[in-house]
């Protein structure tokens, strides 16, 4: 019966997400007003809700929270692929020739520092080859602005490479937008970029969708709302510091 408790807490958790009684969530069936940007939104499977449980739960430690991020960082990369161009190849197997596909166009992973950085061995484990630049944008708690801080961007931007931005969090969208009009000022194109997130609150995706309408976003929950501090609801709290474990954290900040 111990065994069954966690499981059965997380039926009970499924339940009242898709009734709409714990943290009302944005379904795409439902909701039209999902921007055209957020690109295959659906429902989420019962080990990708149990996992995004573990991360909202406020009573996870460093150690859970970490790992529970590996393990659901396999579901953002698979989003992804789905925005990317295949092609077909013919490889030998031990037996007999068959068909099978590669990616068509060469990939460059940007992350947003820092709380991007934990998405990025994931990505990684899937996109070995794949050069890696990384920004830092840190939002004033105060202001809510975004403040550019340092960037180092691989030369390979443009050629029609793809550019995967690692960013677990859009609550704004001030910080993203920031990100891309860097590398819009570096050469890539729009329809280039795709946003890899977790959690992305209404507000933040539409604001995007207005600034650059080429762009795709995958994101795994589109939250509630913003409150009246800019932070997600029901969100997760500070991503960057619930996965590095510091302790200065003020819970359901984001735009680390």
Sequence with gaps: MQRLRPLLYYFFIAGTLFTGSAGAMLDEYAEPSVPAI???????????????????????????FSGTVRNLTPFLVQRVFQCLEMQDVIIQTPVAQSIGAELKNNIVL??????????????????????????????????????Y???????????????????????????????????????????????????????????????????????????????????IVPGLGDFGDRFYGTDDYDADSEDD
């Design 38 to 64: 957020v690109k295959n939104y659906k429902p989420l499977s019962p080990l990708e809700l149990m996992l995004l449980t573990t991360l909202r739960d406020q009573n996870t430690d460093m150690a859970l």
């Design 110 to 147: 940007v992350t947003v520092l820092r709380s991007g950085d934990a998405l990025l061995e994931g990505f990684r484990r899937y996109l070995p080859d794949a050069p890696v630049g990384k920004i830092l944008v840190q939002r004033d708690e105060q202001t809510s602005e975004p403040n």
């Design 149 to 231: 801080l340092y960037r180092k961007v691989p030369k390979a931007f443009k050629n029609n490479k793809k550019i995967v931005i690692l960013e677990p969090m859009i609550a704004t969208g001030g910080s993203l937008s920031m990100v891309i009009e860097i590398l819009l000022h570096n050469g890539v194109a729009q329809e280039n970029i795709i946003v890899s997130s977790v959690v992305a609150a209404p507000e933040g995706l539409h604001k995007l969708a207005e600034k650059f309408p080429e762009i795709s976003v995958t994101v795994l929950s589109i939250d509630e709302k913003l409150n009246e501090k800019m932070f």
